[in-house]
């Protein structure tokens, strides 16, 4: 058994080698494709064999984010991703974090957004790419606004690591947004994206309730994301109180954490970036009576 077993094991190591390999810009696109895709599943599938890969080999899979084929590019993305489930290469694949972020914001097409953010939310931002994230804003809100249900999923997750940066608090706040911004709360919508909607929301209450934040005098754009949410005539009370009726559990709690932060707000209590380490279970744990939601009553 044990012979059988090394055997297999050696063959399963030449499989992803010989994928490795086989891969050059010379191929036609389907063979990239395959290949590319066998890359990802060997990854995927062989522990030992995938953390035995060198640089060089990341090197040469990321060398096909620059194929003109967007379908290159996206089995590359998936690729990538795969190989950052191990910790060793995340690093070395943080270099190509301005590569995919162009490519997320240059190409409008769901696959593309979802296997780019998809493997950005797998990876830490260095502080030396807030003045690219910083540019990117506006691409990333429309992905958010226009896109479909998972690449709206995708790029919550993402604007929600954002507004931890102190640096893109601001600018992530003074994004402009449409005019129907709100139409993302509606009740009939997938609960997942509501949930990460409402994530990125209390993200945002939380980043406002910090004292860095509250000690500077901030002028936002009149359709700027902060004047939607957090401005005189937002709705976003009406919209939460529609939420906390929602059939899916996590949404109700998380939509009841908002509520609970937005008190904290109009009450002008300070709190860390991180109090969401609080936990609320019930809808108990609201007040509706706090002046912010009189008249709903």
């Known amino acids: 058994p044990w012979v059988s077993h090394q055997s297999k094991h050696e063959i399963e190591s030449r499989e992803l080698r010989g994928h490795l390999l086989s891969l050059n810009s010379k191929l036609d696109d389907y063979s990239k494709n395959m290949i590319l895709h066998g890359i990802t599943r060997s990854v995927y599938l062989l522990d030992t064999e ?6 060089d080999d990341i090197k040469l899979v990321a060398s096909f984010l620059d194929d ?27 270099e190509y974090i301005p590569k995919v972020l162009e490519i997320i914001t240059d190409i409008w097409d769901s696959d ?45 997750k993402f604007l929600s690591s954002l507004v931890q940066k102190e640096s893109l608090l601001f600018d992530i706040m003074n994004c402009q947004v449409h005019p129907e911004f709100f139409n993302l709360f509606q009740t009939s919508r997938p609960g997942n994206l509501l949930f990460e909607l409402l994530v990125f929301v209390e993200r945002l209450c939380e980043g406002r309730l910090t004292s860095h934040y509250q000690s500077m005098h901030w002028e936002y754009n009149e359709l700027s994301l ?31 954490r ?12 300070i709190i860390g970036i991180h109090g969401t380490d609080t936990t609320y279970s019930t809808l108990s744990d609201c007040n509706f009576d706090h002046p912010a939601f009189e008249a709903e009553h």
């Open 50 to 55: 995938a953390s035995a890969c060198t640089y």
């Open 68 to 94: 003109p084929d967007v379908g290159i590019k996206i089995q590359t993305l998936h690729a990538l991703k795969a190989f950052a489930g191990i910790w060793k290469f995340r690093i070395r694949i943080q």
């Open 112 to 156: 593309v957004h979802i296997a780019g953010l998809r493997l950005l939310n797998v990876l830490q931002l260095p502080d030396h790419m807030n003045v690219l994230l910083r540019k990117l804003l506006p691409a990333l809100m429309e992905i958010l606004q226009m896109g479909n249900t998972l690449s709206q999923v995708q790029v919550l």
């Open 226 to 256: 902060h004047e939607v949410l957090f401005g005189v005539d937002s709705r976003l009370a009406d919209c939460l109180l529609s939420l906390i009726i929602h059939p899916e559990e996590e949404v109700q709690i998380q939509a009841c």
């Open 258 to 269: 908002v509520i609970l932060k937005l008190q904290l707000n109009e009450d002008g209590e």
